[in-house]
């Protein structure tokens, strides 16, 4: 493992945390070898924002639709990130806790009522290697570069894909001197489909983040129109309800869906998930939960999140199931059925028995 000074790292024009699998590439900004298409189905993500630190745990996992047979994706951060596992159970524990209430309810005949409308080049001798590390099922390698071409030529003569929208999408980047987190991952199944599990990165930052700018596509995505609708799941705990917007200006069409106190009891076992036992955060965190289904997506700039100047607890819908007068006459008739069933073999059962002490006497 390779080692480098604090000063050193001070100094430094641009670190990536390249986590290598295999040969090849790709980014979130996709970076997919030539005839190769990468698109992104499904995200999920956890932020667990301390304010006080300015520390930043972004826990993200992804869905892919691929032809590819590896490739990898890239996540900026403005700090050196540290890498760790994560338990992907996390994701499944807040999506319960979020859930919507089930209510039931008679129905008189008429149905249930309509449903709502709905609202809406290469010089590697520039590029240096600071660090390489295990994170589970990868491998981290922290480089550093000063410019987009070097950064492009270094990875391209390391077995990684390039393209000219992916060396524009590293240029404010390095401009601002933040970090990027390459991971790889390989699909295990032949099929079309990957997964990339839970990793997790904390950083500091002045404000929390979601990496959400994005390469500009030469094509569309939405003119793919085999591929399912892309969707973005955002759990964001701190000390408060929180907003995000596209960079310092911008709306983001994320929806808040759910907002509210998370007991003492949630929060232990969720930092546990999370391997983050011992994290000073404050006694009843705030969970919010954001949908995001645009498709394409406005990823011009990153989003960055505030405190919302609406703190009201937030819930989802009630989900309905209706009751009517047949569905309790059919739940009858097949409790009277099964209860003959059961009769009849029990009838059958004690004659067999009768028969066998018969014939034993």
């Not at 401009?175 to 839970?198: E, L, P």
């Not at 399912?228 to 709306?251: E, K, M, N």
Request: net charge positive; charged share 25%.
């Amino acid at each position: 493992m390779l080692q480098m000074r604090r000063s050193e790292l001070q100094t430094a024009g641009v670190r990536l945390t390249v986590l290598l699998l295999a040969a090849g590439s790709l980014a979130c900004a996709p970076a997919h070898r030539v005839g190769d298409e990468v698109n992104i189905t499904e995200e999920s993500a956890i932020i667990v924002w301390d304010a006080a630190s300015k520390t930043e745990h972004f826990i993200r996992r992804a869905a892919f639709k691929t032809t590819a047979r590896d490739f990898g994706f890239l996540v900026p951060t403005p700090t050196v990130p540290k890498l760790d596992e994560a338990d992907d159970s996390a994701f499944a524990y807040l999506a319960k806790l979020t859930a919507p209430k089930v209510v039931w309810r008679w129905d008189s005949g008429d149905g249930p009522p309509p449903p709502a409308p709905f609202d809406e080049e290469r010089k590697e001798e520039n590029v240096r290697v600071i660090e390489t590390k295990k994170v589970g099922a990868y491998d981290a390698v922290i480089l550093e570069a000063s410019n987009a071409n070097e950064l492009d030529g270094w990875l391209k003569g390391h077995g990684y894909a390039s393209s000219p929208e992916l060396v524009d999408w590293y240029k404010p980047l390095i401009a601002q001197k933040w970090k990027i987190t390459a991971f790889k991952i390989s699909k295990v199944d032949g099929g079309d489909r990957a997964s990339a599990s839970a990793v997790k990165m904390s950083f500091i930052t002045d404000r929390a983040f979601f990496p959400y700018r994005e390469p500009v596509a030469a094509t569309p995505r939405r003119s793919h129109w085999h591929l399912p609708r892309r969707s973005l799941r955002l759990f964001f705990i701190a000390d408060g309800r929180y907003a995000g917007g596209i960079g310092t200006t911008r709306g983001w069409p994320g929806e808040t869906v759910w907002s509210g106190i998370m007991d003492n009891d949630s929060r232990t076992e969720l930092l546990g998930m999370l391997r983050l036992p011992g994290m000073a955060l404050v006694t009843t965190p705030r969970l919010t939960e954001f949908e995001d289904l645009s498709d394409p997506r406005p990823g011009t700039d990153d989003l960055f999140f505030g405190q919302a100047g609406d703190q009201a607890t937030v819930r989802r819908p009630n989900v309905v199931r209706w009751i009517s007068l047949g569905d309790l006459i059919g739940a009858l008739m097949l409790a009277l059925l099964a209860a003959g069933i059961l009769y009849g073999v029990w009838k059958l059962s004690v004659k067999i028995l009768r028969f066998i002490r018969a014939k034993s006497t």
